[in-house]
């Protein structure tokens, strides 16, 4: 496995259930990265994590909830989510350098569906 | 006003014309942009990263950042069906982060 991957691919779900997204890089990056992408909207960023440390939260709402164990591993829990939840979820990963040039890389993102 | 605005489109061209995107931002702060290009059912994929003023070319692509006007562009020469995608402009922003315009749809007809 090469770049970024994300599992699972598509994923349905009604409004009480819980499930997690998982991503995983390849890359020897520092950083990885939750986006949420609605259509017709620009990419929303959800979480950063930086060494493992979470360093922004965007204002997400708490039904959804980030881990990341390590530098290569992110996971995004989904609990009690609405239907306007539905959106491709993207991870992405990067150096880490912290600087306006730190470029990203995206994994395939996780169609999600709530029913 | 939007960080980054970028027309959605669609845009429809013919095959092998020239085609131009345009996004356009309101923070100088930062001058290090990105062109991603996703295709349909995958994540955005990095296409080409300039930084301040000038061009940048890599093949049939050229980045193109005016400072004076807030402005970015991408150019695409002799479009072909493969170009077909969503492309989407970026700003580097502090700590890392990037500010995304909606992006731009894309179709070229054979």
């Known amino acids: 496995e090469t770049g970024v991957t994300q599992t699972p691919r598509h994923l349905v779900m009604g409004m009480t259930n819980k499930k997690s997204l998982k991503c995983e890089q390849h890359l020897g990056h520092n950083a990885m990265y939750w986006y949420k992408q609605s259509a017709k909207k620009p990419l929303e960023l959800m979480f950063v994590y930086s060494l493992e440390e979470r360093v922004e939260n965007n204002s997400v709402p708490s039904r959804f909830s980030p881990e990341c164990p390590n530098s290569s591993h992110l996971f995004l829990h989904l609990h009690t989510l609405q239907p306007e939840d539905s959106a491709l979820y993207l991870c992405a990963s990067s150096q880490g350098s912290g600087g306006a040039a730190d470029t990203q890389y995206f994994g395939p993102g996780t169609r999600l569906t709530v029913l | 006003q939007k960080e980054v605005e970028q027309d959605p489109g669609p845009l429809s061209v013919p095959e092998g014309a020239i085609v131009s995107l345009n996004c356009t931002y309101s923070?100088?702060?930062?001058?290090?942009f990105m062109w991603y290009r996703q295709y349909s059912r995958k994540g955005p994929e990095l296409l080409m990263y300039?930084?301040?003023?000038g061009n940048k070319e890599d093949g049939r692509f050229t980045a193109q950042v005016d400072k004076s006007s807030k402005y970015i562009s991408l150019f695409i020469r002799d479009s072909q069906p493969s170009d077909s995608a969503t492309y989407l402009c970026?700003?580097?922003?502090?700590?890392?982060?990037?500010?995304f315009g909606q992006g731009t749809e894309l179709s070229v007809k054979p």
């Open positions: 300039t930084y301040s003023s």
């Open positions: 970026a700003r580097g922003a502090q700590g890392g982060k990037l500010i």
């Open positions: 923070n100088s702060a930062f001058q290090y």
